[in-house]
């Protein structure tokens, strides 16, 4: 079931996403070459915490980190170590963050750097395509008509989505009904109406779209090794429309 969201429970979920926003932001500065994802992992714990909020991802299933950090060939779950950044890769950083009991999450893909025209390519079209999704999103619509629409531009650009890794319903729980695909068909889903509360995430490759998993159980890679990139904003359904709540 999905749930509609009280005034209070989206003012609570928009402070939360207001620390995503700033907490990328904020790493954004430190995001280059020779910085560790470790070490961008203690800035956001720091400032989460700073401001207010708690950190979504630690603990969250064993996940051992506060962001996930996913460079180059790695989708989304990277676990934050010892890997120094390079000039030329690029590096999703994935953020959940909780305050007054509700949550939001928000995630960038940052290039390090100069980088390669198509891993550029593959940045600008994975966040043009998170901002197409959401263009279906008001009351009366349906959800499919979201995960069509980015399925539909991944195509139209030659990016193939992940099947396997999907967006999802959020509030009180991080993970809540429904799972949101990155592509389907038209007309088909729930019924979106004004209260409800999603996390739209796209996430998109130049190659073929098969995944794996690494050793530590928890990132996932192209099997290919063909980069990723990952754009996420966590949004509300309002009575015209939809809000970001992953923002300023």
């Known amino acids: 079931m999905v749930s509609i969201k009280t005034d209070n429970e989206i003012t609570s979920m928009k402070k939360?996403?207001?620390i995503v926003y700033k907490t990328l932001r904020y790493?954004?500065?430190?995001?280059?070459?020779g910085v560790t994802t470790e070490r961008l992992n203690e800035l956001a714990e720091?400032?989460?915490?700073?401001?207010?909020?708690?950190?979504?991802?630690?603990d969250y299933n064993g996940f051992p980190k506060v962001i996930c950090t996913s460079v180059n060939e790695q989708v989304v779950h990277g676990i934050p170590g010892e890997y120094a950044l390079k000039a030329g890769d690029i590096i999703s950083i994935d953020i959940g963050v909780c305050y007054n009991g509700y949550h939001s999450d928000g995630a960038y893909t940052y290039k390090i750097g100069e980088i390669d025209k198509d891993k550029a390519y593959l940045l600008e079209h994975t966040e043009k395509a998170l901002y197409e999704g959401?263009?279906?999103?008001?009351?009366?619509?349906?959800l499919g008509d979201v995960s069509h629409r980015i399925g539909k531009y991944a195509e139209e650009h030659n990016l193939k989505v992940f099947k396997e890794l999907v967006g999802h319903g959020i509030g009180r729980k991080l993970h809540e009904e429904p799972d949101i695909p990155n592509y389907g068909e038209p007309n088909t889903g729930i019924v979106l109406k004004a209260g409800m509360t999603f996390a739209i995430e796209p996430m998109m490759t130049l190659g073929n779209g098969d995944i794996g998993c690494e050793m530590d159980g928890w990132t996932i890679i192209t099997?290919?090794?063909?980069?990723?990139?990952?754009?996420?904003?966590?949004?509300?359904?309002?009575h015209d429309g939809y809000q970001i709540l992953t923002g300023e």
Do not use: M, W
């Open 134 to 142: 959401l263009k279906e999103i008001r009351p009366g619509k349906k």
């Open 223 to 238: 099997l290919d090794n063909k980069p990723a990139a990952h754009f996420e904003h966590t949004i509300v359904v309002t």
């Open 27 to 33: 790493l954004e500065k430190h995001i280059k070459p």
């Open 16 to 18: 939360a996403g207001s």
């Open 46 to 58: 720091q400032y989460i915490i700073d401001l207010g909020g708690t950190p979504s991802f630690k």
